[in-house]
């Protein structure tokens, strides 16, 4: 297997949280150092209003990435967290439903690349590791 793949769909949450840029902002910067997981760049967030008003956002990890999708008006949240390294989904659920508070929720949870050839990464990884160790490879 490849990696574990959350989805987590939030109702009746409060509408000034989904519509709070910096809110989103700061769940995405904070949620892989919960996860154990690696940032690559800033978390990118914007807030629109057409078709209804909501916050989209962004954060690419090294495993992959986490995304938030808000609609205000249905006080809903589309949270999505695909990573290619194990992470906690137990702990990621409760982080979000913490911080978004919902009135119900619906998680699930999948394993991807079933077919991914992991034993290939693997070698490639151990490769790394020792090439470096002697020096000879990229740092």
């Known amino acids: 297997m490849f990696g574990p793949h959350l989805t987590l769909d939030c109702y009746g949450c409060k509408k000034e949280k989904l519509k709070d840029a910096e ?9 892989p150092e919960v996860l154990g997981l690696h940032k690559l760049s800033p978390a990118i967030v914007n807030y629109y209003d057409k078709p209804t008003p909501g916050v989209s956002g962004f954060i690419i990890i090294s495993e992959s990435h986490i995304s938030i999708h808000t609609f205000v008006e249905e006080q809903f949240a589309a949270i999505d967290i695909f990573s290619c ?6 702990k990621a659920i409760n ?3 913490k911080a978004f508070q919902p009135e119900k929720f619906e998680k699930k949870f999948m394993r991807r690349g079933k077919h991914y050839p992991i ?8 490769s790394i590791k020792e090439r470096r160790n002697l020096g000879r490879g990229p740092t």
Not at 85 to 90: A, Q, V, W
């Open 23 to 31: 809110f989103i902002k700061n769940i995405l910067e904070n949620l």
């Open 85 to 90: 390294k194990e992470f906690d989904p137990e």
């Open 95 to 97: 982080f979000l439903v």
């Open 119 to 126: 034993e290939i990464r693997r070698a490639l990884q151990l």
